[in-house]
């Protein structure tokens, strides 16, 4: 199959890259672009050409299929080389996504014009690299260094838009763009052919207390992960020696880092991520067709899956209990699309469109023409019951019906249905309409149909949807209260709750497990183990110390005390009266207190998430540990870069 051809209309040599599904940059694309630049160098008809690509999308990155395996030759920073040595100016005509080795190849051309909806960006810190193809070293000498440093360390692709703001493309083309390509051709048809990238001076150097606040930030927002900071180091490298030296370090970096721990743990990722959700029994089966989706609450989940659901395109109703609670649920949809509208996410009509595709009722009614309705009212299942009987009366006898509880039996939930087969379980995060992880919970009896509807939903909602079985709490909160116990284990055993804390973010998480409790509220839990206490059994261990917490009246940062004591501006300090209640509780259960390193608490920490993590996957609960990795990395704080617990601790890496 020919990937690249070259075809001219008058004056106009046309280079077309068509290499579905992404247009990557594969060894027979970067032999056919070496080949069509030397037929235009030999070709007098042939005064300027343009390089496109077919179908969705500009060059959108690497072959991934060519990952681990030795180059072949012409590798793409030739390949760029060759471009910007052309003796007749190349113009990049960009839509759909340039992206790493794609707009890297663009900034070997003599001029970009772009798609207004197009996106531009070098994605590769994502994966723990850098632009291994010259892209350190030439976009800062086309656009500001700090917004290349911007694009480079965050891995954000920019908008057309902004990409014209800062000098990255020379124009933004509205409608066809071939047809603007050939226009903006005759417009440069006489001009001198522009200066090499890689000759120019760097626009807009920074001071070098300017260089000192960059790497510091960089180094905040990274979080442990090297790439960010190699690409600064590497990129100001480029400026202070020149372009030659820059793109020598540059590849020499790029090869250690690709050989590095934290990008051999972000492709693992990056790639469970990907094929997590793909079932193989399911693949011959057609999801049934949404439009109408039910939600049941309004209140913190609900709203959020309500809103998530209208930014999808869905008809949403939520069902409440009363007016008042329909009206807090429809509030909150709105202040969540009013976020939305202020970040410039969505104009003023989409929010106009989705406020209208709301509605609410009291009346189970309303949900007749429902396709999926989810639940989110009370953790509660006497309250479960009578929902999902109210549902089987109402309902669509094939719509798919969803709880979102996070620990009860969704077994139990489905027993009592009309046509159990379609009550799986769909355990959103919060915040709903943000956080990217979907638990899809199979029940006993799940239908292959309900099953791959849910599958559908969750991608149309944009969410990483990992499938798993009915268990108390499911794979995230199971693995994070057996992760738990051992931390307060060891709270009881020497360590203080700063110091594992400060153990976690030093590892790579946001926050640490008692910040975080903090953070939720204290008293939910407390009141959840005063229920349980009468099942609990007395001979397991038992830490009493978040009760006593509540008991004192501290219910965490909303109130100021919790694990911590909160100062005027909310900022966690460790509390001597937290430290002397946790030493006294060892004294009163006769243990001796010993120090913790921060190795020891996160080894302490790892090796609990390892073991349930193998209950998991012996009970069949999860399918894979690539699984766990991908719930623990999206929904728990599990530093990406290490890739997730079961990768982390496995023997064979
Ligand atoms: P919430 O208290 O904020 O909201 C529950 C809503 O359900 C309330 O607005 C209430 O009026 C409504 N409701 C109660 N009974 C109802 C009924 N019979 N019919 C219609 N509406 C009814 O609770 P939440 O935090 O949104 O949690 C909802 C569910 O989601 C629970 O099962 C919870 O375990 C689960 N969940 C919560 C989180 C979280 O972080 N909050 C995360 C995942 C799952």
């Known amino acids: 199959?020919?990937?690249?051809?070259?075809?001219?209309?008058?004056?106009?040599?046309?280079?077309?890259?068509?290499?579905?599904?992404?247009?990557?940059?594969?060894?027979?694309?970067?032999?056919?672009?070496?080949?069509?630049?030397?037929?235009?160098?030999?070709?007098?008809?042939?005064?300027?050409?343009?390089?496109?690509?077919?179908?969705?999308?500009?060059?959108?990155?690497?072959?991934?299929?060519?990952?681990?395996?030795?180059?072949?030759?012409?590798?793409?920073?030739?390949?760029?080389?060759?471009?910007?040595?052309?003796?007749?100016?190349?113009?990049?005509?960009?839509h759909g996504h340039a992206l790493g080795g794609g707009l890297e190849a663009t900034l070997g051309c003599h001029y970009r014009i772009a798609d207004k909806s197009a996106k531009l960006g070098l994605p590769e810190v994502n994966l723990g690299l850098i632009p291994g193809a010259g892209g350190t070293v030439r976009l800062p000498r086309l656009v500001p260094v700090t917004e290349a440093i911007n694009i480079i360390t965050s891995g954000k692709p920019v908008s057309s838009t902004k990409a014209n703001e800062i000098g990255l493309i020379d124009a933004i083309c509205h409608g066809a763009l071939l047809d603007a390509a050939k226009d903006f051709a005759q417009t440069i048809l006489d001009r001198d052919m522009p200066v090499a990238l890689v000759d120019r001076a760097p626009v807009d150097v920074p001071d070098s207390a300017a260089w000192d606040d960059i790497v510091a930030s960089a180094r905040k927002k990274s979080r442990g992960q090297i790439a960010p900071l190699a690409a600064i180091d590497v990129l100001r490298t480029g400026l202070e020696k020149g372009a030659k030296d820059g793109l020598a370090y540059e590849r020499q970096t790029f090869v250690e880092l690709r050989d590095s721990d934290q990008s051999k743990a972000l492709r693992h990722i990056f790639f469970a991520e990907r094929s997590v959700g793909k079932l193989p029994e399911l693949s011959d089966v057609d999801p049934a067709p949404i439009t109408d989706v039910g939600v049941i609450g309004g209140g913190i989940m609900g709203a959020g899956i309500a809103t998530a659901s209208l930014l999808a395109g869905f008809k949403v109703t939520i069902i409440e209990r009363n007016e008042d609670a329909c009206a807090n649920g429809c509030n909150t949809v709105e202040k969540h699309l009013s976020g939305s509208l202020k970040r410039g996410l969505i104009t003023q009509d989409r929010f106009d469109q989705l406020m209208a595709a709301l509605s609410t009722s009291t009346d189970y009614a309303a949900l007749a023409s429902a396709?999926?309705?989810?639940?989110?009212?009370?953790?509660?299942?006497?309250?479960?019951?009578?929902?999902?009987?109210?549902?089987?009366?109402?309902?669509k006898p094939d719509a798919v019906l969803a709880s979102n509880t996070s620990y009860l039996d969704i077994n139990e939930i489905a027993a009592k249905c009309v046509n159990p087969g379609r009550v799986i379980g769909l355990h959103f995060f919060s915040p709903a309409h943000i956080m990217k992880l979907l638990e899809i919970v199979r029940t006993r009896q799940a239908d292959a149909k309900?099953?791959?509807?849910?599958?559908?939903?969750?991608?149309?909602?944009?969410?990483?949807?990992?499938?798993?079985?009915?268990?108390?709490?499911?794979?995230?909160?199971?693995?994070?209260?057996?992760?738990?116990?051992?931390?307060?284990?060891?709270?009881?055993?020497?360590?203080?709750?700063?110091?594992?804390?400060?153990?976690?973010?030093?590892?790579?998480?946001?926050?640490?497990?008692?910040?975080?409790?903090?953070?939720?509220?204290l008293e939910i839990s407390w009141a959840t183990r005063k229920r349980l206490a009468p099942f609990r059994d007395p001979a397991e261990r038992y830490v009493a110390l978040g009760d006593y917490l509540c008991e004192m009246g501290r219910f965490g940062k909303k109130n100021g005390l919790g694990w911590y004591r909160y100062d005027e501006n909310g900022k966690a300090q460790p509390d001597p009266e937290v430290d002397a209640l946790v030493i006294a509780e060892s004294e009163k259960k006769g243990i001796t207190r010993r120090n913790f390193s921060h190795d020891e608490i996160i080894d302490t920490i790892l090796s609990a998430m390892r073991n349930e993590g193998d209950k998991i996957l012996s009970e069949g609960i999860a399918n894979s540990p690539d699984a766990i990795d991908v719930v623990m990395v999206n929904g728990y704080g599990f530093p990406r870069h290490k890739g997730g617990p079961m990768f982390l601790t496995r023997s064979d890496k």
């Open 1 to 94: 199959m020919t990937t690249v051809t070259l075809t001219r209309e008058d004056h106009i040599g046309i280079i077309t890259v068509d290499n579905p599904p992404i247009n990557a940059t594969s060894h027979p694309v970067r032999v056919s672009i070496v080949d069509a630049l030397d037929q235009i160098d030999h070709d007098p008809a042939i005064r300027i050409a343009i390089m496109i690509c077919g179908g969705k999308t500009f060059i959108a990155g690497a072959d991934v299929t060519e990952f681990g395996q030795p180059p072949k030759d012409p590798i793409l920073p030739d390949v760029i080389k060759r471009l910007e040595a052309a003796t007749k100016p190349v113009i990049a005509a960009i």
């Open 371 to 395: 396709d999926l309705v989810v639940e989110a009212v009370f953790e509660d299942m006497a309250v479960k019951h009578d929902v999902f009987g109210k549902l089987s009366l109402h309902c």
């Open 450 to 521: 309900s099953l791959t509807t849910a599958f559908a939903f969750g991608r149309a909602l944009g969410k990483i949807a990992v499938p798993c079985g009915v268990c108390d709490g499911f794979i995230g909160n199971r693995i994070m209260s057996a992760y738990r116990k051992h931390c307060e284990y060891m709270l009881e055993d020497g360590a203080l709750p700063h110091q594992i804390d400060a153990a976690m973010v030093e590892f790579g998480f946001p926050m640490g497990l008692f910040a975080m409790q903090d953070m939720a509220g």
